[in-house]
C-alpha cells in the first residue's frame, strides 16, 4: 500500500533563516505531489504542484520555491522566512484520484 | 482560480442528529468532488467522493450533488460527538473550500 512521509512535525524558525520541508511517498510511482499551507483557522491554500521529476507548477507567488529531485520526492524551500510563512503545510500525493496527505509540519516564523 | 465556498460555521447540532454540510462552486464543467474530515492539529482524511448527480451513500454519510446548481453537500447521520471536527470540500481534486467546524453535542 501507499504510503507518505513529511518531517519534521514541527518546526520553529527566526525570521530570515531559510526552511527546507521534505516529503516522500512510497508504493507508487509518478504520482502527482502537492504543497498546501493551512494558516490558522483557514482553509487550505495551494502552493506548488508537480506531475514529473522536474515539473513543477506555482499557484500563488510568495517567497517559497518547490523542487522534484526524484519521482518520489517533494522539497518545500525557502531562503529567508517572513512571519506571514507561518502556518501548517501538507504535502499530499495523488495518481488521479482524490488526494492522501501527509501528517503536516506545523512551522512557527518568530 | 475556481472558488469553492462553505460557510464557516461553526455548525451545533445533538448527539444522534442530522448533520448538513454545504459547498458551492464556480466552475460549471467541474467533474470530481470530495468530502474531507479535519480534526484539530491532524491532516486532512477522505470520508466521501462523488462525480456524478444524485446521492451517494458510506455508512452514515450520504453526498448529495446537483451540477446544475453547482452544489455538493454532506449529511451526517446519527451525528456522533467523534464527528466533531472541520469538513472541508474539494473540487476538481485540489480545488478546497475553506471549511465548516461541526460540533456534536452529547
Known amino acids: 500500500s501507499q504510503t507518505i512521509h513529511q518531517w519534521p512535525a514541527t518546526l520553529v524558525q527566526p525570521v530570515g533563516s531559510p526552511l527546507s520541508l521534505e516529503c516522500t511517498v512510497e508504493g507508487t510511482s509518478n504520482p502527482n505531489l502537492y504543497w498546501y499551507r493551512q494558516a490558522a483557522g483557514r482553509g487550505l491554500q495551494l502552493l506548488f504542484y508537480?506531475?514529473?521529476?522536474?515539473?513543477i507548477s506555482s499557484e500563488v507567488p510568495q517567497n517559497l520555491s518547490a523542487s522534484r529531485p526524484q519521482d518520489r520526492q517533494f522539497i518545500l524551500s525557502s531562503k529567508k522566512l517572513l512571519l506571514s510563512d507561518s502556518g501548517f503545510y501538507l504535502c499530499?500525493?495523488?495518481?488521479?484520484?482524490?488526494?492522501?496527505f501527509g501528517n503536516g509540519t506545523r512551522l512557527t516564523v518568530t | 482560480q475556481k472558488e469553492v465556498e462553505q460557510n464557516s460555521g461553526p455548525l451545533s447540532v445533538p448527539e444522534g442528529a442530522i448533520a448538513s454540510l454545504n459547498c458551492t462552486y464556480s466552475?460549471?464543467?467541474?467533474?470530481?468532488f470530495f468530502w474531507y474530515r479535519q480534526y484539530s492539529g491532524k491532516s486532512p482524511e477522505l470520508i466521501m467522493s462523488i462525480y456524478s448527480n444524485g446521492d451517494k451513500e458510506d455508512g452514515r454519510f450520504t453526498a448529495q450533488l446537483n451540477k446544475a446548481s453547482q452544489y455538493v453537500s454532506l449529511l451526517i447521520r446519527d451525528s456522533q460527538p467523534s464527528d466533531s471536527a472541520t469538513y472541508l470540500c474539494?473540487?476538481?481534486?485540489?480545488?478546497f473550500g475553506t471549511g465548516t467546524s461541526l460540533t456534536v453535542i452529547p
Open positions: 499530499a500525493w495523488s495518481d488521479h484520484s482524490p488526494l492522501h
Open positions: 508537480s506531475v514529473g521529476i522536474g515539473q
Open positions: 474539494a473540487v476538481d481534486q485540489f480545488y
Open positions: 466552475d460549471r464543467v467541474s467533474q470530481s
